[in-house]
Every structure is written in structure tokens, then in C-alpha cells.
């Protein structure tokens, strides 16, 4: 029988490959299974981790001791979920004897062929999640629902034909409470705040920071200028026949840089595209467009404004305190290997010209250079 530790060891090795955090939850649920049963999900997981490094499924399928449909049904899953006792096969059965990872299998078919619809993919996302639901026979929450309703439409967006056509037309700034515990020079602790501005066809994040409550305002206006250095460095914009559309969910207002930010981009692109009131503005287009989780970092817009810490504790990083700058560093780490395989593909698929091209402005660029105050006026000298 393997030692508990060793368990720790392969658990710790597979979920690393798969850059996956577990929760308390999850190290619960680990300690209940019976040696075959931890060996059978590990190498189920690890399977994943192979196809995501380009092993093809009936290898993996193979290695994990399921049957090749099996084993893309199980990937499905996991992408939508990212629930271990889905993937253990532990879940209970239904009255008709259909499991829940069947049901989620069943409903991602349905919202895939739903998406074919152009109407319905310019439905807001929870009223698409409701009719998935009630397709189900409402065997899948509308929670459940949202997630793949996300995904469909992520991949949809991923697409080739339809990222070539849709990356450089929207940008997006947001700010939401993530799992990070911000220590300052005192002792106190809050909860951090990610300040972040998105290509919105592609996910790729153009710049982010960690800021507090009361900071926050102050961290996306420095955002929004690292945006344009970022665009420049990495060439990743594109000539369009009109600018990029900004859409803007400003910072508390208990940051007054967040009220002048607000204002100032309210003045730039309308009232209609920069939300600046109500705490469900929090983090809703970054989940849209690219998850409830960026790396090892839960997104938690229930507590950005007045968060308790204890929140942010819910993931390993939450659970050690961390000063801005250490916790500024973190992030950059993990928004460097999230844009790594989207900056990957755009140059792959000529989306965006090669980075040793000279850099020429373009939709993305004109855009940003709006949400910029211009300079002060140089004054004038009379000379009597």
C-alpha cells in the first residue's frame, strides 16, 4: 500500500503539471478513496496532462485504463467542472440511473449545437445558461449551466476563422477581489484586488496589477498605461476600419482615483460603457471571457468591495500573506504563462504579425491612447 506521504507526493506532481490548485475540499475528498481509487484518479488526471502536452488520446486513454470516448468525456468534465469526484467517478446516480458527468457531457452537446444559433451567442450569458438548463430538465443548476455556457462560448471565440475576424474589435478593463492576502508595513491584512485590461476575443491580458480596496482606482489607471507599452513590445495589434470598443468596470469607489477614472472614461467612450455602480459589475466580463480562475488565482467578486480576508483564503496562495510587491510578482508570473499560449496562437495563425516587425499603432492602440489624460499645457513664456 502506498504511505499516505507518498500519496502527497503524486498528488502534488499531477496537479502541478495540470496547474491546478487544489481546495480544502479537494484534500478532503482525497483522503476517503481507497488506494485503487487514488491510483485510478491520479492516472486520470495525469492522462490530462498528457493530452494537454500533445500526447493523443487513445495513448492517454490507454495509460488511464478507460476507453478512448471515455477518456474525452472525462476531459470535457474536467474542463467545465474541475471536480475530482466527477472524475473519480464517485458521483451518485440519478433516479434513471444517468450519472452527473454524463448530464454535463449531454449538456455541453446541447449548448454546443444551441451556440450554432448567432442569436442565441448574443444572448446575455444567463439567460443562455437558463435555457440550458431547462433543456436538462433542470438535472444542472443554472450556476452549473453558466460554466458551460462559458465554455461553448470560449471555444466558439477560439476558433480560427472566428478569433481572426473578432481579436482587436473589444478591450475591456476590469477589477475584482482575488485569493491573495495583502500584509502592508503594519500587520494588516486585506483582501487583494486584480486590475486588469483584456483583448476580449482572445483572453489575452494586456496588463494587471494587485491593489487594495482603497487603491484599486490608482491601479487601473496605471493598467491602462502599461496596456499601451505591452501592445508596443509584443506587437499584438491590428489595423481595423474602426477603433477597438472599450468597455470599463471602474474600481470602488472608496479609491478617489477610481471616481476620476470613471469620470474621465465616461467623458472618452459614454455612460453606456463604463459601469461604475453596483457590485455585480465586479469581475463579470474577465469571468466571461476567460474563467472564475487565472492560474492558481480564484476570482472572487462577491468581496471586492469591504471582502473579508478570510475569503481569500480559499486557494494555497490566499493562505500565505503576501506584501504588494511580492504579491505583484506572483501575478506576473501567472499572467506571463496564461498569455504565453494565446500570444502562441495569434502569431501561429498570423492574427497578429511576428514580434521582430516593426510595431505599426493600430484599432487597439487608437483606443488606448483615449483613456490617457493629454498632458498639461506647456506654458507659455512672455518675454517683456
Given at each position: 500500500m502506498q504511505e499516505p506521504s507518498a500519496h502527497r507526493r503524486t498528488e502534488e506532481s499531477v496537479f502541478n503539471r495540470l496547474k491546478y490548485q487544489p481546495t480544502d475540499d479537494d484534500f478532503v475528498f482525497l483522503q476517503t478513496l481507497q488506494p485503487k481509487q487514488h491510483g485510478e484518479l491520479m492516472a486520470r488526471l495525469s492522462a490530462f496532462a498528457d493530452m494537454e502536452a500533445g500526447t493523443k488520446t487513445r495513448v492517454a486513454a490507454k495509460a488511464?485504463?478507460?476507453?478512448?470516448?471515455?477518456?474525452f468525456r472525462l476531459k470535457r468534465i474536467w474542463k467545465e467542472t474541475k471536480d475530482l469526484k466527477s472524475i473519480a467517478g464517485l458521483t451518485a446516480r440519478a433516479k434513471?440511473?444517468?450519472t452527473k458527468t454524463e448530464d454535463?457531457?449531454?449538456?455541453?452537446?446541447?449548448?454546443?449545437?444551441?451556440?450554432?444559433d448567432p442569436?442565441?451567442?448574443?444572448?446575455?450569458?444567463?439567460?443562455?445558461?437558463s435555457r440550458i438548463s431547462e433543456a436538462m430538465g433542470k438535472k444542472i443548476s443554472v450556476n452549473g449551466a453558466g460554466r458551460i455556457?462559458?465554455?461553448?462560448?470560449?471555444?466558439?471565440?477560439?476558433?480560427?476563422?472566428?478569433?481572426?475576424?473578432a481579436y482587436g474589435r473589444d478591450v475591456f478593463l476590469d477589477a475584482t477581489a482575488v485569493s491573495l492576502t495583502?500584509?502592508?508595513?503594519?500587520?494588516?491584512?486585506?483582501?487583494g484586488i486584480l486590475a486588469l485590461l483584456v483583448e476580449q476575443a482572445s483572453g489575452l491580458i494586456l496588463a494587471a496589477r494587485v491593489a487594495t480596496e482603497d487603491t484599486a482606482g490608482d491601479a487601473q489607471a496605471q493598467v491602462l498605461k502599461e496596456a499601451q507599452d505591452f501592445v508596443a513590445n509584443e506587437r499584438v495589434d491590428v489595423t481595423a476600419p474602426e477603433l477597438a470598443a472599450f468597455w470599463a468596470a471602474i474600481a470602488p469607489q472608496s479609491d478617489p482615483e477610481a471616481v476620476d477614472l470613471g469620470h474621465r472614461l465616461t467623458e472618452a467612450f459614454g455612460k453606456d460603457h463604463v459601469d461604475q455602480t453596483g457590485q455585480r459589475r465586479f469581475g463579470r466580463r474577465t469571468i466571461q471571457y476567460i474563467g472564475p480562475v487565472i492560474g492558481r488565482l480564484r476570482l472572487l467578486p462577491g468581496a471586492t468591495v469591504g471582502g473579508d480576508v478570510k475569503v481569500a483564503k480559499i486557494r494555497a496562495l490566499g493562505?500565505?500573506?503576501?506584501?504588494?510587491?511580492?504579491?505583484?510578482?506572483?501575478?506576473?508570473?501567472?499572467?506571463?504563462e496564461h498569455n504565453s499560449k494565446?500570444?502562441?496562437?495569434?502569431?501561429?495563425?498570423?492574427?497578429?504579425p511576428p514580434q521582430a516587425t516593426k510595431f505599426v499603432p493600430g484599432a487597439i492602440s487608437a483606443t488606448l491612447s483615449k483613456t490617457t489624460p493629454p498632458p498639461p499645457p506647456r506654458p507659455i513664456r512672455i518675454w517683456g
Open positions: 488511464a485504463g478507460v476507453s478512448e470516448p471515455t477518456m434513471r440511473g444517468v454535463f457531457a449531454k449538456a455541453f452537446d446541447i449548448a454546443s449545437k444551441m451556440a450554432e442569436e442565441v451567442r448574443d444572448l446575455p450569458l444567463k439567460v443562455f445558461a455556457a462559458r465554455d461553448v462560448l470560449r471555444e466558439l471565440r477560439s476558433a480560427k476563422g472566428n478569433l481572426s475576424n495583502i500584509q502592508d508595513g503594519s500587520g494588516k491584512l486585506q483582501i493562505r500565505v500573506p503576501m506584501s504588494l510587491s511580492q504579491a505583484q510578482s506572483v501575478l506576473d508570473g501567472i499572467v506571463t494565446i500570444l502562441n496562437r495569434l502569431r501561429q495563425d498570423a492574427i497578429v
